[in-house]
């Protein structure tokens, strides 16, 4: 979730999908899909300006920082279009728009678990605000381990001429749950390596050590805190 994709990538990146002859004649296509990228970019600088926000007035408070580090990224155009053709729907600019909830992705990283639904209650709370979908990976980890909590919200952008609502998806997870992610990610997510039995039973360990982790952690920030 580190890159942040320009007209230009952008641009690169279908050049490489398609010919230049189809990239010529579909032209007024490519400029929509542009358009529609700038304005995830936009509703992505609005997420992170809002945690932003969210964080600095919550380091009042509570005398240290809820938010570890905040990264955004746009999905790849492969991606989308893997996306697209694994559920059977149309690889069509409007399609991306109306199917695919998870172009534009902020992941918040938190100090403390407490501090994910702190931070995620806060925004839900705000009023241009919409909630679309939750899933808490956190409650329920998915069966290897992986823990977050993934939110997708609407947000408007106003643009010069109209206010766009954008959605957004937001993974909201602790610094133990992303290392766990990262290095996870970097082993096995979306290769085709198949993790024999032994292998994923020690990647559950290794999610449920983190838990442990955080958990601890959780309460040595209790401690600290009514110390205070
Ligand atoms: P990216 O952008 O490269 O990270 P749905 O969108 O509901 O049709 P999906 O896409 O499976 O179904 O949604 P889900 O389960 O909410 O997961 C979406 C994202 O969560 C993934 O993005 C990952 O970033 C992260 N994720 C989910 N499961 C795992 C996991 O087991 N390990 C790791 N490391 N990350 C996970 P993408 O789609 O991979 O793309």
Known sequence: MSEQL???EIKKQLDSVFSDELVECTKPLLQNFQKL???YRCAMMEIETKFNVLDEEF???LDRNPINSIKT??????SM???LKRKKLDLTVSS???NLYDVAGVRVVCSFPDDVYMLANALLKQDDITLVEAKDYIKNPKPNGYRSLHLIVEVPIFLAHEKKPMKVEIQLRTIAMDSWASLEHQLRYKKDYNFDERMANELLRCAELSAELDARMDA???IVQNEN
Do not use: P
């Open 59 to 61: 380091s009042l408070a």
């Open 81 to 83: 279009r893997e996306k």
């Open 220 to 222: 040595l920030r209790d």
């Open 96 to 98: 991306v728009e109306e």
């Open 37 to 39: 990228m700038a304005y």
């Open 73 to 78: 990224r746009l999905k790849s155009v492969n």
């Open 6 to 8: 320009t007209s230009a």
